[in-house]
């Protein structure tokens, strides 16, 4: 009976010692996901506000860097080998999700898995692109917001030619390497035809042609539409300065083309774009399928006029333009 009674008494008192040593709020480890996100440029201020912009809406959604999520970033910087290869690092850090932003990246994504899921943004053709079945049912391990970049090809066009009311010849400058250059093309030929106006298409496929292009051009367009790619976005400052050498007011799909002098750009509001692919993201590391996932359209659009650009080719732009303008620079 002693002895039943010792035994008793040491159980005991090893239970408590347990319940001391492990507190009673104790947790479990807290998991770690991992998004990977391959962008364009790294030096740039439109991309530095555009991962902020993810990153702001992942924390709205109760992500944090550090705690519970892991953003891996890589940034082809225009350079299609590059892409290839960051492409398939990522895909071998076995991410939760990948972030691919473009056609090109997102391309190339799909080349490196078929099983991890891809929120793609700035795809200007998902269904054309073969990434998607459909907008309503995706059906793969692809999914996120399109560009919608041809719809507006149209509204450029009537903004230039409020600022140039007897715009009569227009040239389309267009890296044609860039599957989605033919879309936009066709689109700003038929823009074209509607508002009575000549069109001209010059083709670069390379840095160098850019320089020639701006020769054969020369007296031959009152003003430049600029079908915007990766190519197009790295030499945007010396487009603008050729342009501007050659009294050719220029139209642009984003913004960062406005800034590096262009006259303006019509397009997306690209922070907002990022901000909400940062929702699909958050739905996929819930345990949504992005094959479930409708892709959506941009909900926000900007006009950006680079006023020293107009001042410097005497052009005067309307103040009801002006006005309307979500920036100006001036």
């Known amino acids: 009976m002693l002895e039943l009674r010792r035994r008793q008494f040491i159980t005991l008192l090893g239970g408590a010692l347990a319940d001391q040593a492990i507190p009673a709020n104790a947790q479990e480890p807290v998991r770690v996901r991992t998004v990977a996100a391959l962008m364009g440029f790294a030096n740039d201020a439109e991309a530095k506000a555009r991962t902020e912009a993810f990153q702001q809406g992942l924390e709205s959604e109760g992500w944090s860097l550090g705690h519970n999520l892991r953003i891996e970033y890589r940034y082809a910087e225009g350079d299609s080998a590059r892409m290839q290869a960051l492409a398939k690092e990522l895909v071998e850090l076995k991410p939760d999700c990948i972030l691919g932003q473009s056609t090109p990246v997102t391309a190339a994504l799909m080349q490196a898995t078929r099983t991890i899921p891809i929120m793609f943004v700035a795809v200007s053709d998902p269904i054309g692109s073969g990434f998607v079945a459909s907008l309503a049912r995706p059906g793969g391990n692809v ?23 007897d715009l009569r010849r227009l040239a389309i400058m267009a890296n044609v390497e860039y599957p989605f250059a033919a879309l936009e093309m066709a ?112 909900t926000r659009f900007e006009l950006i006029i680079n006023l020293k650009t107009a001042k410097a080719l005497g052009l005067e732009v309307p103040p009801t333009l002006i006005a309307r303008a979500d920036e100006v620079i001036e």
């Open 143 to 165: 999914t996120g917001l399109a560009m919608q970049s041809t719809d507006l090809v149209g509204k450029r066009l009537a903004l230039l030619r409020e600022v140039i009311p």
């Open 187 to 298: 689109e700003a030929q038929t823009a074209v035809r509607t508002l009575g106006l000549d069109a001209a298409i010059f083709e670069i496929r390379r840095a160098e042609d850019i320089a020639p292009a701006f020769e054969a051009l020369k007296d031959r367009a009152d003003a430049l539409y600029v079908v915007g790619d990766a190519l197009v976005a790295t030499h945007r400052i010396q487009i603008n300065t050729l342009a501007l050498a050659g009294r050719l007011p220029t139209i642009h799909v984003v913004r960062e083309f406005a800034e590096a002098g262009g006259l303006m750009s019509y397009g997306a509001n690209f922070a907002d774009l990022f901000r909400r692919t940062a929702e699909f993201v958050d739905k996929i590391l819930r345990g949504a399928k992005p094959s479930e996932i409708p892709v959506e359209q941009p």
